[in-house]
């Protein structure tokens, strides 16, 4: 009796196994919907359904000799089942059985991914809430700027996250076609009845036109897809990689008991995860690339695509469901350093409220260019001399004009730039 498939791990999704069992899962429901037809005798039928199974072994076999996967497969198919085998791929292509295999192992590897990506998601929610109130110092151009939370930034991770979820829902969608159509998609040896048969019974949606193929435009859909995904979790990873560098180490990679480093320096703890997801996110984005030149295909149908695919469409959902883990172990046991937040914000002397002075003056009636040239003035001297920036400033006698003390110490309270943290994290639905 046949078995039909279910739905593995990514690993075995891309298994022979896995995909031969689709194939014949495709090619017994297009023997039943032709006999629903009157087309295949039911009692052949019968035999079909009951007899029908492969060996991997032997397909090898056979293909080595015929040097075609789907004739070797057939031939494997038709040992078990003898002479009704003739019923069987019945006015068939062979990317009938193909295309519309293919589509369920991309379907099946985007809804694991999917699974993937809100676990991530979940992750990041949590520490976001966690961390919604813990000061850092926000930098632009790699330099201090003015003050965030650690919160912030993981809510906007959760933010691309929730963009990254909708897109996969789009790609599986768009992914999620069939097509039993024949060599040139005119249906001239078998009924359209067939194809919407089996799309339906296999959970997809027959396509509205094909030519022997499915048009690879859904394919490449589906890689830039993983690629931005990858891209984002490479911007992640990046985040974290110079959080952990000596000489700011805000945040880390959770460094277990008896984890080695360096094999000559044993003081190391390295962002080695992070930099793995850097290193394969670049993979991603090179298959998206090769999964855009399989577009272009001549006229009806041209083999190019199809060494390309069996590459780098397993190799993308492979990679993909392992960074995405990668990165949610990361993320789950990341080490962060508060304290040490506050200290990288205080370095800088108080520049980072520059922007809070600028204002203030202003709108106490000084000219803005004015405004500007004196705090950049006193700003460039407390970066020359590392000296206090509010000092500097009250030690001016045209600051003192605009400005008095408390309203000074009161610019340099770093919860001026955190009044609407809440708001944001209810805007991101946190």
Known sequence: MIQRYTRPDMGTIWEDENKFRIWLTIEILACEAQTVLGIIPKEAFDVIKQKANFSIKRIDEIEREVKHDV???????????????????????????????????????????????????????????????????????????????????????????????????????????????????????????????????????????????????RHAEFMTTLALIGASLEKFAVEIRHLQRTEVLEAEEFFSKGQKGSSAMPHKRNPVICERISGLARLLRSNAIAALENVALWHERDISHSSVERVIIPDSCIVLDYILNDMTRVLETLLVYPDRMLENLNRTHGLIFSQEVLLALTKKGMRREEAYRIVQSIAMQVWQERTDFKNLLMENKTVQQYLNADELDELFNPQRSLKHVDTIFQRVGL
């Open 71 to 217: 004739i070797a497969f057939l031939t494997c198919v038709g040992e078990y089942v003898g002479p009704e085998s003739r019923y069987i791929h019945l006015g068939m292509t062979s990317s009938d059985v193909l295309d519309t295999a293919l589509s369920v192992q991309m379907k099946q590897s985007g809804e694991l991914l999917l699974r993937d990506l809100e676990r991530l998601r979940d992750v990041l929610a949590q520490r976001a809430k966690e961390f919604k109130h813990t000061v850092m110092i926000g930098r632009t151009h790699g330099i201090h700027a003015e003050p965030i939370t650690f919160g912030l930034k993981l809510a906007l991770w959760y933010s691309e996250i929730l963009r990254n979820i909708e897109r996969l829902k789009s790609a599986i969608h768009t992914i999620s076609v069939g097509k039993i159509s024949g060599a040139v998609g005119t249906y001239q040896h078998i009924d359209p009845f067939v194809e919407q048969y089996v799309c339906e019974k296999l959970g997809l949606t027959p396509a509205l036109v094909s030519t022997q193929i499915l048009q690879r435009d």
